[in-house]
């Protein structure tokens, strides 16, 4: 049955950053619920182990999840499941439209993140976390002089494999055609090191494992029979697609050549009311860190900009010394 709920502020994913914008907004006293299309977590459900958080030394993704959503919910929160459809703005409100109702607020936060670009061969999902990885800067330390492999072609896949040099003793950089579309001076920097292993028009066409993770891929050159390559680790970079599929062509915020949504400084998009943060926001890195702190950052003004509107009050602009961020002034 369609329902219409009227809130401060709906937020748009439950990963890391979704879960701290409800967190700060929670905190702030306004009315707030956040979707999720599954259980709260993210990309942290898909993670086995974490070692990069201030704060931890090892916790798993799952066990980080339960206890970011459970300190948002005991700030007032509403966590919902819901599978939003489309983002609407709407001047002052923006009507967030979902399978099973419509949600109308003030400000919107997407926090959708996106979904790293698989290759859909046999054993990538089934060793997801426990040698299959997308990510070289959260696990290439559980790799200490083991072999790995990379795929990929341009320069995400080489850049990350030039970091998996400082841990793995050796690493394949694997590519299905003759050239790189990466960077020429990061291609001649992998060449030149003597950790990378550089293997050109060659595809994956199997990842091997057993109870305790990878243990080696099967590739296939061009022209070639299958050959299997003992690795520990299989990190997968040919892409990575951010959730903003939400707004209409003609409502939809500025963004890259990526797709990633363009904000400033605030984190609000080109569309004023609605924010990004985490994944889903064109920026330099994508880490768990880095979400948290764009949501910080995006929560805190909007409720900024909430009590402004409430009580018709214009907000100071921040000088570069911070001295009026608390203060606000009558509008005129």
């Given amino acids: 049955m369609t329902t219409d709920r009227k809130y401060d502020i ?63 919910r005991k700030f007032g929160v509403d966590i919902e499941t819901a599978n939003v459809t489309a983002i609407r703005n709407g001047g002052e409100r923006k009507r967030v439209e979902t399978e099973s109702g419509t949600y109308e607020a003030d400000f919107v936060i997407l926090t959708a993140g996106g979904e790293p670009k698989k ?12 040698g299959v990885s997308q990510c070289a800067i959260c696990d290439g330390a559980f790799f200490k002089e083991q072999d790995v492999a990379v795929v990929g072609g341009g320069d995400a896949a080489v850049e990350e494999a030039a970091f998996l040099t400082r841990y793995a003793r050796k690493v394949h950089l694997i590519h299905r ?22 293997i ?34 299989f990190f997968v970079f040919i892409g990575f697609q951010p959730n903003v599929q939400f707004f209409d062509h003609r409502e939809h915020p500025k963004h890259d050549a990526l797709n990633f949504l363009i904000t400033d400084s605030t984190m609000e ?9 985490g994944d889903v926001r ?12 764009d ?11 909430l009590e402004a509107r409430k009580h018709q009050l214009t907000p100071v602009p921040v000088d570069a010394y911070g001295e009026s961020d608390n203060l606000i002034i009558p509008a005129h």
């Fill in 10 to 72: 709906v937020i748009v994913g439950g990963g890391p950053a979704g879960l701290t914008a409800a967190l700060y907004a929670g905190r702030a006293r306004v009315r707030t619920v956040l979707l999720e299309r599954g259980a709260p977590g993210g990309q942290l459900l898909n993670t086995e182990a974490i070692e990069d958080y201030p704060g931890f030394d090892h916790i798993t993704g799952a066990q980080l999840a339960e206890r970011m959503a459970e300190q948002a």
């Fill in 119 to 130: 290759l859909g061969i046999p054993g990538e999902s089934d060793f997801q976390g426990r």
């Fill in 177 to 198: 055609r003759t050239h790189f579309r990466a960077q020429a001076i990061l291609v001649e920097a992998a060449r030149k090191n003597p950790k990378i292993e550089v």
């Fill in 200 to 233: 050109l028009n060659t595809i994956v066409t199997e990842v091997q494992g057993d109870e305790n993770g990878v243990t080696g891929i099967s590739v296939k050159e061009h022209g070639a029979s299958p050959r299997l390559l003992p690795v520990a680790g």
């Fill in 269 to 277: 998009t080109s569309v004023p009311g609605v924010y990004a943060a």
């Fill in 282 to 293: 064109s920026q330099l890195t994508r880490q768990i860190t880095t979400a948290v702190g």
């Fill in 295 to 305: 949501a910080t950052t995006a929560a805190i003004d909007a409720v900024k900009k």
